[in-house]
């Protein structure tokens, strides 16, 4: 019939409707099983990661809706970065072993090196400053040790006990015999204690010190000590809880700041002369110079004029040796009287010019005060500011910056009795008190909350170091130990109560400058830059810490000179810990493979799922033949 569909159509239409509903729905079931199973699969590898949490939760977003998924681990694995964070032939890292040295490189120190240095102008000791070697001229090779060499002695043994094998010079020991320096004995060096100026030892000088200044109640905590010799005053200040950085030049007096690191007391290469010293302004409570024959009134007394750069106010600064009581000593000093004499004066008179005070002069030690702020200077008529005040600068550029003929302004005061930048706890508690340089806003970026957060972070940072290098958790194993990014000072403080001491680095590259921050805490350190050597002997260092210091790096300079650095200061069987990136961390262990070290990578403190994770390393023990030409 016309304008009616047949039953027969409408059954056909019915049947093909539902086979291709069937179809469509197999077709749908099969790609939803498939792209299910797609996107649950995973190989089944035995070096896969797992998470170690027992849960894992995600939030993914589909049409607008956010879906919360839980997923259980199955186990617990240690995490391996051989399939997810492998440095491949691709990434242009180029993996290599690196030889030993020649042994005439044993006690190599670029930056100071001798022949290098007879390059530059001796007046003034230019010669004896920093000059590095140019990038071409950098080793690719790992410095050995002296044969023979041994762990050193323990503290506080190390204080007067040192193998010759490790250090085998022995002209200080007949140079300075009358000195009571150094005296060798048999396999060994001892140090009594003397120096030029106190033969009969260093305790009782500076028992003679505490009789005119007051060195027991904690508010000296910093010193520097000039023309140190082998640290025998640092060493002994350090009973006292005074922490004394000392530096002399490497000169004709060989291997002098080497004896004192052997010994286990804070000391770097360094000399007095057109440079500023690699310390923040205000660092130090007391500066000392025995027979240390710096010109301290040349110079329109530039080098006078340094040492109270980094003074603190009220800061001491103590002298004994020529010029002072030169009326009993000149003809031991084989000098004149006049030559003397005006020597004296011309100190008096740049130590008037810098408004310090002179507190005594009693036997063979004088004393002065440097000013607790600067407005009596500026207001008195009798002060005439020779020299002047320096123009508006930074007192804290330390690196490579040229001395300057005029004084260090301190900051600001409202009165005479106000501390200029702010006064100290005495020691121990201005190691946890918010230094003056935070609470003030003068360190950009630094705030008080982040200086107590720091505090707590480092206490869980050391904690988590001890269980994976139990050996950091046993007081004697590591003496000297150097942080190469230390922001606030926060590991070495976290260490304070252990037998060693902490070499404090702020790279020059750093974005804040904290070292004024760490000295406020009563904690020493210096500035640095990694793109060269640092100025100290090989095997210097029992322990290495080095923070993002890879990632400050990153495109400065090569990571694998930083890395023989680190190995020409280590120790042999010194531990090293790295924190970073764990790309980079990844590349650094193939580094750390070709010097010849033991290493792992293992989680950061708060779980795998942090992308910064630990190198934890120890350079093995290694020596030059026992052929080989060494010893004086």
């Known amino acids: 019939m016309a304008g009616q569909r047949s039953p027969y159509h409408n059954t056909t239409a019915t049947q093909l409707l539902r086979k291709d509903n069937v179809l469509l729905t197999c077709t749908v079931f099969f790609l939803c099983s498939f792209f299910y199973l797609f996107g649950t699969w995973q190989p089944h590898a035995t070096n896969t990661p797992t998470p170690t949490a027992t849960s894992l939760r995600t939030t993914t977003t589909v049409n607008c809706a956010s879906t919360t998924v839980s997923t259980a681990a199955d186990s617990q694995k240690d995490l391996d970065f051989t399939t997810h964070h492998s440095a491949t032939k691709d990434d242009g890292f180029t993996v290599k072993t690196y030889p030993p040295c020649s042994v005439n490189f044993s006690e190599y120190t670029p930056c100071q090196d001798q022949k290098r240095s007879l390059k530059f102008p001796r007046d003034r000791l230019i010669y004896r400053e920093r000059h590095c070697p140019e990038k071409n001229e950098l080793l690719k090779c790992r410095i050995p040790a002296p044969y023979g060499y041994k762990n050193p002695f323990k503290w506080p043994a190390s204080r007067d006990l040192a193998w010759y094998a490790n250090v085998p010079h022995k002209d200080l020991t007949v140079e300075k015999a009358v000195q009571n320096w150094i005296r060798f004995e048999g396999d060994r060096f001892r140090f009594p204690g003397g120096g030029t100026m106190f033969p009969n030892g260093a305790d009782a ?52 700041v080497q004896f004192a690191l052997e010994r286990g007391v804070p000391a770097l290469i360094g000399v007095i002369a057109s440079k500023r010293l690699p310390y923040p302004s205000r660092a130090f409570d007391m500066a000392h110079c025995s027979r240390c024959l710096i010109p301290w009134g040349q110079y329109d007394g530039v080098y006078l004029i340094e040492v109270d750069r980094v003074l603190r106010p009220g800061g001491y600064w103590i002298l004994s040796g020529p010029p002072i009581n030169w009326e009993n000593h000149w003809r031991g000093w084989e000098r004149t009287e006049e030559d003397l004499n005006d020597e004296q004066t011309q100190i008096e008179k740049v130590a008037k010019s810098l408004c310090w005070k002179k507190l005594v002069q009693k036997g063979d030690l004088a004393i002065w005060q440097k000013p607790f702020n600067h407005l009596n200077c500026k207001t008195n008529p009798k002060f005439t500011q020779n020299p002047p005040f320096c123009p508006v600068q930074n007192p804290d550029s330390a690196w490579y910056t040229d001395i300057e003929t005029c004084l260090t302004q301190l900051p600001e005061v409202s009165n005479y009795e106000e501390v200029a930048g702010g006064a100290l706890a005495n020691w121990p508690k201005r190691l946890d008190m918010v230094p003056p340089r935070v609470s003030s806003g003068s360190i950009e970026g630094v705030t008080s909350d982040i200086f107590l957060e720091d505090l707590i972070l480092w206490k869980k940072r050391i904690s988590y170091y001890k269980t994976v290098n139990n050996q950091l958790g046993q007081p004697g194993r590591y003496r000297n130990l150097l942080d190469m990014n230390a922001f606030l000072g926060g590991f070495a403080a976290s260490l304070v109560d252990d037998p060693s001491w902490v070499m404090n680095i702020v790279p020059v590259e750093a974005k804040a400058d904290t070292l004024g921050a760490i000295y406020e805490r009563g904690l020493i350190g210096t500035y640095q830059s990694w793109c060269e050597a640092m100025s100290t002997y090989p095997r210097t260092y029992d322990f290495i810490h080095a923070d993002s210091v890879f990632t400050l790096y990153n495109d400065r300079c090569e990571m694998e000179d930083i890395m023989l650095e680190m190995d020409r200061i280590l120790r042999p069987e010194g531990s090293v810990i790295i924190r970073d990136d764990v790309d980079l961390l990844v590349k650094v262990k193939r580094i750390a493979d070709g010097l010849n070290w033991e290493s792992q990578i293992v989680d950061h403190e708060d779980g795998p799922l942090v992308r910064e994770k630990l190198l934890f390393a120890v350079k093995l023990y290694w020596t030059a033949p026992a052929d080989s030409d060494q010893g004086s």
């Open 205 to 256: 000088y500076i028992d003679d010190i505490g009789k005119l200044i007051n060195l027991t109640d904690g508010s000296i905590r910093t010193a520097i000590d000039t023309g140190c010799g082998v640290a025998s005053w640092g060493a002994y200040l350090l009973s006292r809880n005074i922490i004394a950085m000392s530096f002399a030049p490497r000169d004709t007096h060989e291997a002098q």
